[in-house]
């Protein structure tokens, strides 16, 4: 590896990380060293491809060709030069610096793919194909954001957020597995399925945080099968909250018992660095959670998130407590207590 590369890599697994998401580059660093490679670089690509889909001033056709190059990049099937011209068209239409930086980023992110080993080079890859698909069936089923769309059934939004997030947890299974000695007390095979359950469950408390905003924009995830049930069309949602959110709030127990299978997990977990790290997700969502709950109707109309600092105080309890089982247990049960003044606009 080249001195440059590696001067790159390294900014990349700091300032760049940091940059588009401090929780997650506070949570990476309580990897040991092996993991950290890895998993960072899958993060920045999927950031990458979420940035292009999200690049909402042009069409959804446009994004989905830019999406189908990237993955193609990302497989090794395109050229250097093709990247780069994508790039260049892209990079005008980002009004936050912090994106650009990581669109500008990508040809230093697919040297340092092919410097990886080449086992976690073909997991990355594998995790990228399902995430850029999730991310195109997306954009194709949400093409015209002056007309609300729901998804058709509750297995579609299963599909979508196994396709985005729940094989997340399968690639975080396989690394951890192969990068961490001694990695979990129940065998490979359970912890993927309960990691794929986590995954799913963080995706779909992203989906219940944002449902408002995706209304507004032309995006339903809640089955359009379960509105009709409650004689409710998409449209109505947003008019008739109260209608709605018996529907919402079956969707936030789903959510709940997907954590559950994320502390399961965790606690399976030996290492306690990599219990940390991955029982963090879990936390923050459960606080996510109850807060929608106490939100209740009004949760259509802003956006709940939890604090920097109670994020902050969550972090300092994992490493006081140095993540032990019993911990994380009272971490979580304290999580998903309501406490209105904690609720924030961060």
């Known amino acids: 590896m080249s001195a440059a590369l590696d001067t790159s890599i390294r900014k990349l697994q700091t300032a760049i990380l940091r940059s588009v998401s401090r929780s997650f580059y506070l949570s990476i660093r309580f990897l040991p060293a092996p993991l950290r490679e890895p998993v960072a670089l899958a993060y920045l690509l999927a950031r990458t491809t979420d940035t292009v889909a999200d690049t909402v001033s042009i069409s959804s056709n446009l994004r989905t060709e830019a999406l189908q190059t990237l993955s193609n990049a990302i497989q090794a099937k395109a050229s250097h030069e093709v990247v780069v011209d994508l790039i260049a068209s892209f990079l005008p239409l980002q009004q936050d610096p912090t994106e650009r930086r990581l669109l500008e980023s990508l040809p230093s992110c697919l040297d340092w793919l092919e410097h990886v080993e080449e086992a976690d080079r073909n997991d990355i890859r594998v995790v990228l194909a ?128 997907g954590l559950e299978c994320g502390m399961q997990y965790s606690r399976a977990i030996q290492n306690r660095r990599v219990r940390a790290a991955t029982v963090l997700p879990a936390l923050i969502g459960a606080r996510t959670l109850a807060l929608l709950r106490e939100a209740g109707i009004s949760m259509l109309d802003r956006r709940v998130k939890v604090s920097r600092r109670e994020v902050r105080g969550i972090i300092a309890s994992l490493a006081i407590t140095l993540a032990s089982r019993s911990q994380i247990d009272a971490i979580f049960g304290r999580a998903k207590l309501l406490r209105s003044s904690l609720i924030a606009e961060d």
């Not at 997340?168 to 990695?183: A, I, K, M, S, Y």
């Not at 359009?224 to 919402?248: C, D, G, H, K, N």
Request: hydrophobic share 40%; charged share 30%.
């Open 130 to 257: 399902k995430i850029t698909h999730g991310q195109m069936l997306d954009l194709r089923r949400f093409d015209n954001p002056a007309e609300i769309r729901a998804l058709r059934t509750g297995v579609d939004l299963d599909e979508y957020t196994y396709l985005v997030a729940g094989c997340v947890g399968e690639f975080w299974t396989r690394l951890c597995f192969r990068h961490v000695p001694n990695f979990a007390k129940v065998p490979e095979e359970e912890m993927s399925a309960l990691g794929e359950e986590f995954g799913k469950a963080l995706q779909l408390i992203n989906i219940l945080r944002d449902a408002g905003s995706d209304l507004r924009t032309g995006r339903c995830y809640f089955p359009e099968e379960e509105l009709i049930s409650a004689r409710m069309t998409v449209a109505q949602i947003l008019l008739e909250p109260e209608r709605f959110q018996p529907i919402y709030l079956s969707w936030v127990e789903k959510a709940e018992r």
